[in-house]
């Protein structure tokens, strides 16, 4: 089966698609912000910051083509481009 075509099946609601966009978005919030997400409380908070942004910029990278996938997301759109530029994200 076509990859669009399965895509086209799949409805607006459909829990995997939520699923994919919310794994994407939080990968992006913990570039826009990365003081705002995790607050673990514990001591080694500016370590844990750094990794949460160095795991989400590695996502951002590669692995997130099959989520993007999922939700429609064009590897070539102008958004994505822009963002990956602004954040030194060179993609797969």
């Not at 995997?16 to 992006?28: D, G, M, T």
């Not at 949460?52 to 958004?79: C, K, N, Q």
Request: hydrophobic letters at 35%; proline letters at 4%.
């Amino acid at each position: 089966m076509d990859t669009r075509q399965r895509n086209e099946e799949r409805t607006e609601y459909d829990p995997w698609r939520l699923l994919a966009a919310a794994v994407i978005h939080q990968a992006v919030q913990e570039l826009d912000h990365p003081e705002r997400s995790g607050d673990s409380g514990r001591s080694t908070a500016a370590q844990d910051q750094a990794e949460r942004v160095h795991t989400a910029r590695e996502f951002l990278a590669g692995d997130m083509w099959p989520y993007a996938e999922m939700i429609d997301l064009e590897p070539d759109s102008a958004t994505l481009t822009a963002f990956c530029r602004q954040h030194g994200i060179k993609r797969d």
